[in-house]
């Protein structure tokens, strides 16, 4: 049966039965009842709908789009908070049986349980009607039933919004009462019982088209929108199809025939999620891989959330090119099972996921799978005496180390027509490709991926890993989310785990090394800082309850100022989560602090500790915000889910500590780990690492913490890849060689253009990027985030276009990129080459505030800000013939020497700080 503006394919719906007089259905049919444009979406005519019928719908995706048909069945609706710009329509299937009843039994029945369950918008099908509705002439039973249903819909719930499939008859005479029509396979016809698609009659497409533009002149506001069908996986096909209705003048949605991806229409979402495959020994967890530890940072930096799987414990089978830009391999153990990885492995080869090989491919590539990659297999035996040498590489080889390449590291394979060789070694006569990019991906086999230098205990990178995705995963050049800056500034925050907390001062002065933090660091540098306490040290119930009156009236005086945030560091200081916990095995007394009478116990070591702290320690208005991990900073998924149920962010782990002469890429960790779905099972690194490292292990030097310095400046140059992290312990308080260090650290900082923010500020930045959707429509970028994030990257040479762009409060251009501030949490972002002649509208070209409420007024912009420390906005096109207002008071611009104004404003000391209101107007 051929499928142009046919049949629904899934069904559901309940029964009812129907009877009316014919006398009502002509007045209905006439339109004499209700005025024109009742539903026109909210008075956009061209809003973008999509399709999504499966079930663990990717919500992060969908909420790209303002309308997403949904199976009720299936779905249940998301917080509006988190998705506030994208409506749910829930699918209604009405069956024969339906028709035979009333509409009023049909709504009491089906439509008013999801009007219960929060859904206000519902697309109206049927299945089981045969024949092709788009032409029912005269009017049909359905049609008039339909018709009726509509009024009754909105007689009865207010404020509700019907999407209607095919039926033209009632589109034409009630289009009114609609939120959207929707046609199907208008420019491909799909047979859904052979599952062929097949090839439109160009006279039918014309005489469709013809009538369907005449409804659009007869309802100029009401979107009509065409779902189209096209092959799963094919992403080019499906834009192609988008293209050509869209240019006839229809809302295009193109979706796979079971309605289960993320489609494409004049908007086309970005995959955000990338899967590494990594092969790790039985019981390893899922952060001590190496694919885990090295391919985070780059991944990050790029914009691409990820999740990590061992090829030993199963593949999964939802990777599609809808939802993941790509996968990346690194697999440096061996894998179990060869045969069921190289099938998975060519499977999604044959979906059109890119993949990335690095070191090697982890199965024998035989000539049927060569020829499925385009590689030739070549002869691997060697005469005795035979050397490999390097004939060319390409310029990404030898980003941090030049290769070395031994005869054993040679691997026999060439690659085909398709493409491209990164580096090549020659072994006697044969000439082998050691790295390639090609249709379907590319790799670089050891030692072209990573070189180990033994004498240093460090990888190193040969190639960049950086070029190396973009161009094998064929990555686009998008905006990025940035979680290291706020409106061009690096976010710097500091953040003190509690250990140590009763140890004594070792000079005059103080008894407590805490007493001297809290006079020489938390009181003296009045910038946001979160500060934790271990329970089992400074509690009555911990092992040191004599000291704890002292103590606890330490922590509350530090508590009490009104620059930090409270955290907490567990109650017995696990050093090993995973070992820890008496079900794998262990003994707790050897893994954490050893308190008298106490076993561990997860509950206690985070809801537990908290309550104590809020209880006991913290000042009215204040509760611990944040969980950060003791130990070894290894939390299970258990320990990551109870954090959150706590209500708090959590923090710590990672590894990043380069430092000079000998740092790398490999020595830099990402922004966090997931382990499990969602938010709940997401960890959190410490950006940079602590004291405890730069002292090795608290041996000497104790001044060692100056050398963080050296890791900021190397993630801040040529690239800026994390914020800066001041992160202690209070044990830091007891020599005066660390205490001189750690002020060393503030001061440097401090004179740098950094923006300070509380650890949960910098948390929440990360957990909103795991989100953000970024789209394409129209040459134009769709941006939507979340409360928190509002930094995106361009690549280098690009600048918004502030004319033909939405929701930009400025920009700042840096070597690395240009970082885009957002005002809100949605964007549209026109593009402009660098080089472009100057827009003459002012922005703001950095800030260290939040900026909220942004708008322009002419050639003036308005807005709200709030900075903790030292607070200035820097304009770039306003000269002084522009005029300043904070809190609606006049007050003086100052030149930075850059060609820029800045204005300064008071800070607000604390979360809660007042936010200040911004005007700049300038005369044309």
Not at 29 to 44: P, Q, Y
Not at 104 to 130: H, M, N, Q, S, V
Request: hydrophobic residues 40%.
């Amino acid at each position: 049966m051929h499928q142009y503006l046919g049949l629904a394919t899934i069904s559901g719906s309940r029964g009812v039965t129907l009877v009316r007089v014919w006398g009502l259905w002509a007045c209905l049919w006439a339109g004499s009842m209700l005025g024109g444009g009742v539903l026109a979406a909210e008075g956009e005519a061209s809003p973008n709908v999509a399709f999504y019928l499966g079930t663990d719908a990717p919500l992060d995706l969908l909420q790209a789009f303002d309308e997403v048909i949904v199976d009720p069945a299936v779905f249940a609706l998301p917080s509006s908070e988190r998705y506030p710009h994208t409506r749910w329509a829930a699918r209604v299937e009405i069956t024969q049986k339906d028709y035979q009843g009333t509409p009023a039994a049909w709504l009491e029945k089906t439509l008013a349980p999801l009007w219960g369950k929060g859904f206000r918008d519902f697309y109206l099908t049927d299945k089981e009607r045969g024949g092709d509705s788009f032409f029912s002439a005269p009017p049909s039973t359905e049609d008039r039933w339909l018709s009726l249903a509509l009024t009754e819909v909105h007689g009865e719930f207010k404020g509700a919004r019907i999407f209607l499939r095919n039926h033209l008859p009632v589109a034409d005479a009630r289009g009114d009462l609609l939120a959207g029509w929707v046609v199907e396979s208008i420019f491909q016809p799909y047979d859904a019982l052979q599952g062929w698609f097949l090839t439109v009659d160009p006279h039918r497409l014309d005489e469709q088209l013809s009538q369907l533009h005449h409804w659009q002149e007869k309802y100029p506001g009401v979107p009509l929108i065409d779902l189209e069908l096209a092959q799963t996986y094919d992403r080019e096909g499906q834009q192609a199809l988008a293209r050509k209705s869209a240019q006839a003048g229809l809302i295009p949605y193109v979706t796979s025939p079971d309605e289960n991806i993320v489609g494409i229409g004049k908007l086309r979402v970005m995959p955000r999620k990338i899967l590494v495959v990594q092969s790790l020994d039985p019981g390893t967890a899922i952060e001590e891989g190496t694919g885990s530890k090295i391919l985070s940072l780059p991944l990050d930096y790029l914009g691409y959330d990820v999740r990590y799987v061992n090829v030993n414990e199963g593949l999964p089978e939802d990777i599609t090119p809808d939802r993941y830009a790509g996968i990346a391999v690194f697999l440096d153990k061996d894998v179990a099972d060869q045969d069921k990885w190289r099938l998975w492995f060519l499977k999604e080869v044959h979906r059109h996921v890119p993949v990335a090989v690095f070191d090697r491919f982890g199965f024998d590539i035989d000539i049927e799978t060569a020829q499925v990659l385009d590689l030739k297999v070549l002869p691997s035996g060697y005469l005795p005496g035979a050397t490999a040498r390097i004939l060319h590489t390409a310029p990404m080889i030898g980003f941090e180390h030049a290769p070395q390449v031994e005869i054993q590291d040679a691997v026999g394979l060439a690659i085909g027509p398709t493409g491209q060789s990164l580096a090549q070694i020659q072994v006697g006569d044969t000439i082998m490709d050691m790295a390639a990019t090609l249709p379907w991906g590319g790799y670089a086999l050891a030692p072209f991926s990573l070189e180990y230098v033994g004498e240093l205990n460090r990888n190193y990178w040969v190639i960049d890993p950086l070029k190396f995705l973009r161009q094998s995963l064929s990555l686009p050049a998008m905006p990025v989310p940035d979680t290291t800056s706020e409106n061009g500034r690096r976010l710097f925050f500091v953040q003190v785990d509690g250990d140590g907390f009763p140890s004594r001062a070792e000079f005059p002065g103080y008894d407590y090394g805490a007493e001297a933090l809290y006079d020489q660091i938390f009181k003296k540098y009045p910038i946001p800082m979160t500060v934790s306490v271990v329970e089992g040290e400074i509690g009555p119930t911990g092992k040191y309850p004599a000291l704890s009156p002292r103590l606890e009236s330490i922590a509350r005086k530090i508590f009490a100022l009104p620059n930090i945030e409270i955290g907490s560091h567990t109650y017995s200081h696990p050093l090993d989560w995973i070992l820890a916990d008496p079900k794998y095995g262990q003994q707790k007394e050897q893994l954490s602090m050893q308190i008298p009478g106490y076993t561990f116990d997860l509950k206690r070591e985070i809801e537990g500790s908290i309550e104590y702290i809020n209880g006991r320690l913290a000042p009215p208005g204040k509760k611990v915000r944040v969980l950060q991990w003791s130990g070894a900073a290894n939390p299970t998924a258990a320990a990551l889910e109870e954090a959150w149920k706590a209500g708090v962010y959590n923090i710590n782990g990672g590894d990043t500590l380069p430092v000079k002469p000998d740092g790398s890429w490999t020595d830099i960790s990402g922004a966090g780990i997931a382990k499990g779905k969602g938010d709940q099972n997401y960890q959190i690194y410490a950006a940079e690492m602590n004291e405890n490292i730069y002292t090795n292990d608290w041996t000497r030097p104790f001044y060692g913490m100056v050398r963080v310095l050296e890791t900021y400046e190397i993630t801040e140059f040529p690239l800026r890849i994390k914020p800066v992290d001041i992160y202690f312990h209070f044990y830091s308080g007891t020599k005066l060689a660390s205490l001189k260090a750690l002020q060393n650290v503030y001061d440097v900082t401090l004179k740098q253009p950094v923006f300070p923010v509380y650890t949960s500020d910098f948390i929440q930045k990360v957990l909103d990027a795991r989100h953000a959707s970024v789209a394409m429509q129209e040459g134009q970028w769709q941006i939507r985030t979340g409360r928190s994030l509002r930094e995106f990257r361009l690549p280098v040479g690009e600048i918004p276009d502030l004319t033909h762009s939405s929701g930009v409060v400025g920009y700042l251009s840096v070597p690395g990129g240009t970082y885009v501030h957002l005002g809100d949490d949605q964007a549209s972002v026109s593009l402009l080459p660098v080089n472009h002649p100057a827009d003459p509208l002012p922005y703001v070209s950095a800030a260290t505030a939040y900026i909220t409420h942004f708008k322009r007024q002419g050639r003036g912009i308005r807005f709200d800000a709030r900075g903790y420390y030292q607070p200035y906005v820097l304009l770039s096109h306003a000269d002084h013939a522009c005029g300043f207002k904070v809190d609606g008071r006049e007050v003086q611009s100052t030149e930075d020497g850059k060609g820029r104004l800045k204005v300064s404003f008071p800070p607000s000391v604390g979360e809660q700080g007042p936010v200040h209101d911004i005007e700049v107007h300038c005369h044309d």
